[in-house]
């Protein structure tokens, strides 16, 4: 629940700085939003955004020790360990998010400033930028594998050895409890990662297709989250 109740704080941090701002746009004529307020929007999207990667990879190994160590469980995740990984957590996402604003405001912006998106995100503000952006774009992909890949790949281990121990597992019930368990947060990293890494990973997505992804990632999974972890415990 410690780690519950972070992920639901990032995801209220997350939808409140992105869902009222859209809401306002798409029902008036006038769409407008100042600099300083798409940048404050960008850094705090990227500040929760990146620390919700990384605490579903710790939740990811939260899992692995509760099923594949249980004895050994209360020992392994005391509270210090807890709040160690929960602050590195945060720690991470800041600091990766100041890195992908410092250098998508760093560049000059003194043309078109019609942003085609529905709020201040890095890749549909580098289009706008009036100066070459590989060296921003090459940052923003090394961050992205840094705070995407990197945690993804931990969590498909920690799935990987769930997975071997739950099919060694004799009891039928014990299996389906345990692939119970995992579920839900399975279901959360594939729409999560999945939408972010069509938007920050794959260099010539479309402008409508990284919007479609950013939906998901920034409203449906921060909806979805609170249903399927109430509902499922």
């Not at 004529?29 to 620390?51: E, S």
């Not at 692995?64 to 590195?88: D, E, F, K």
């Not at 920690?158 to 009891?171: E, F, L, P, Q």
């Amino acid at each position: 629940y410690f780690f519950l109740c972070n992920l639901s704080l990032a995801d209220l941090c997350f939808s409140t700085n992105i869902v009222p701002q859209a809401l306002v746009h798409l029902l008036s004529r006038k769409k407008v939003i100042p600099f300083t307020r798409c940048a404050t929007q960008l850094l705090l999207f990227l500040i929760f955004g990146c620390t919700q990667c990384a605490l579903l990879a710790v939740m990811s190994y939260d899992r692995y020790v509760a099923i594949c160590n249980p004895l050994h469980y209360p020992s392994i995740m005391t509270w210090r360990v807890c709040v160690q990984l929960t602050v590195g957590s945060w720690t991470s996402g800041i600091l990766v998010s100041v890195v992908d604003t410092t250098f998508t405001l760093r560049l000059p912006y003194r043309g078109n400033n019609s942003i085609a998106h529905f709020f201040c995100e890095a890749p549909a503000l580098l289009i706008l930028a009036s100066t070459e952006t590989q060296t921003s774009e090459m940052v923003i992909f090394l961050m992205g594998v840094m705070i995407l890949l990197i945690p993804v790949s931990l969590i498909l281990v920690s799935y990987g050895c769930i997975i071997v121990t739950v099919v060694r597992m004799k009891s039928a019930v014990g299996r389906l409890k345990a692939f119970s368990t995992c579920g839900s947060h399975l279901m959360v990293v594939i729409i999560f990662y999945g939408s972010a890494i069509v938007t920050y990973m794959t260099p010539k997505s479309s402008k409508e297709q990284e919007k479609l992804a950013s939906v998901f990632y920034t409203m449906v999974t921060p909806m979805l989250n609170p249903l399927i972890y109430t509902l499922r415990n």
